[in-house]
């Protein structure tokens, strides 16, 4: 099999820059890769998620339960791999890299429910996707993590300069100062690798080479 690489964060971490970076550096080394996004938006697959991310189920993350959202963004991922990366996964000279998976789930839902609750929605989460689904598992997952007052800053400033309407996630900043204590608990319990994205009390980021460089650091023995 390929070895799969999944970059993971809040809104604003950087995710889409990181994994433009890392499959540029990849390639530059011989690689054969391929990137995947989620959720894929503008497919089928996305729709139900796209619905409840533009508040069509409601206008608070909250509205929509952990386990239906999970369900929306799991049918998403597998109706991607199904039809589209299954094939460069089996490949095993291919590097599968991730802009957010399964893993992004598991902070963002169990952030809704009671930290009593946390451990078994992970057990039903993993279960669900990777042995009842069938979905690949990663072999790495990097979670790229700043305080979220940098992440909604720089969310803002993405919408100011593209446009781009806010979804009920980035709109929501209670919600995703919940989902930052969640993701460092899902880490540490699973393993991730937590990359330092930028220091608490700092207003920007470090710079991108920076965050780069420490991403190949911590993927080296993948290579």
């Given at each position: 099999m390929?070895?799969?690489i999944?970059?993971?964060?809040?809104?604003?971490?950087g995710?889409?820059?990181?994994?433009?970076?890392?499959?540029?550096y990849?390639?530059?080394?011989?690689?054969?890769?391929c990137?995947?996004?989620?959720?894929?938006?503008?497919?089928?697959g996305?729709s139900?998620?796209?619905?409840?991310?533009?508040?069509?189920?409601?206008?608070r993350?909250?509205?929509?339960?952990?386990?239906?959202a999970?369900?929306?963004?799991?049918?998403?991922?597998?109706?991607?791999y199904?039809?589209?990366?299954?094939?460069?996964?089996?490949?095993?000279d291919?590097?599968?890299?991730?802009?957010?998976?399964?893993t992004?789930?598991?902070?963002?839902?169990?952030?809704?429910?009671?930290?009593?609750?946390?451990?078994?929605?992970?057990?039903?989460?993993?279960?669900?996707?990777?042995?009842?689904l069938?979905?690949?598992?990663?072999?790495?997952?990097?979670?790229?993590?700043?305080?979220?007052?940098?992440?909604?800053?720089?969310?803002?400033?993405?919408?100011?300069?593209?446009?781009?309407?806010?979804?009920?996630?980035?709109?929501?900043?209670?919600?995703?100062?919940?989902?930052?204590?969640a993701?460092?608990?899902?880490?540490?319990?699973?393993?991730?690798?937590?990359?330092?994205?930028?220091?608490?009390?700092?207003?920007?980021?470090?710079?991108?080479?920076?965050?780069?460089?420490?991403?190949?650091?911590?993927?080296?023995?993948?290579?």
């Amino acid at each position: 099999m390929s070895k799969f690489i999944v970059l993971e964060g809040l809104d604003g971490s950087g995710k889409g820059t990181q994994t433009a970076l890392l499959r540029e550096y990849l390639e530059k080394s011989g690689k054969c890769v391929c990137v995947i996004d989620f959720p894929a938006y503008g497919t089928p697959g996305a729709s139900l998620v796209e619905l409840y991310l533009n508040g069509g189920l409601g206008e608070r993350p909250d509205d929509t339960n952990a386990y239906a959202a999970s369900m929306f963004f799991a049918a998403d991922r597998y109706v991607s791999y199904v039809n589209e990366w299954k094939a460069d996964y089996e490949d095993p000279d291919t590097y599968v890299i991730a802009n957010r998976y399964t893993t992004a789930n598991a902070y963002h839902q169990i952030s809704k429910l009671p930290e009593d609750q946390w451990d078994s929605f992970l057990d039903w989460l993993w279960d669900f996707e990777f042995r009842r689904l069938g979905l690949p598992s990663p072999d790495r997952v990097l979670l790229l993590d700043m305080p979220e007052s940098v992440s909604e800053s720089l969310v803002y400033r993405r919408s100011s300069e593209t446009g781009a309407r806010l979804d009920i996630h980035e709109k929501d900043t209670a919600y995703l100062k919940r989902c930052r204590t969640a993701a460092h608990y899902v880490a540490g319990k699973c393993g991730w690798t937590v990359v330092e994205c930028a220091g608490e009390g700092m207003s920007e980021p470090y710079s991108r080479d920076e965050i780069a460089e420490k991403i190949r650091s911590a993927i080296a023995d993948l290579l």
